[in-house]
């Protein structure tokens, strides 16, 4: 089944243990703000990184990979994340070495069997 998702990696001083993930074939893209004002030119303070599956299967294992990287600032690392039937990005941070959702005021997660963290609703959107 194809479903689309996406994916922000957020992390300080982290393209070191990023480069594996932004080699040539690889899954992310690094954002930095050289591409927002027009310079082109990387930042020394770049730490994001987006991607976007279009199969659920191609981001398998992901979250262990990230749980496993030796970040220089595991405190920073955020994880956000939108499956095609989310309303909102979901919040993932490091607790204990392993990715938590944090939760979000006006949300709620439920159960749906086309997708491994199921779909994230708001609970002030009309007609919820």
Known sequence: MSRYTEII???RGAE????ALTRPNGDFTR???GMFDG???PSDDC???????VRQRAWEGLFGQLESVPWP???SVQVLLR???DDCFGLWMLHDSKLTEVP????RRRSFRDTRTGVLDRTDRPGR
Not at 47 to 53: D, H, K
Not at 104 to 107: E, N, S, V, W, Y
């Open 9 to 11: 990696v957020l992390a």
């Open 16 to 19: 070191k243990v990023m480069e």
């Open 31 to 33: 954002v930095d703000d």
């Open 39 to 41: 310079s082109q030119m």
């Open 47 to 53: 730490y994001t990184w987006v991607a976007q599956y």
């Open 73 to 75: 600032d595991p405190w």
């Open 83 to 85: 499956d095609e039937d």
């Open 104 to 107: 979000l005021p006006r949300t």
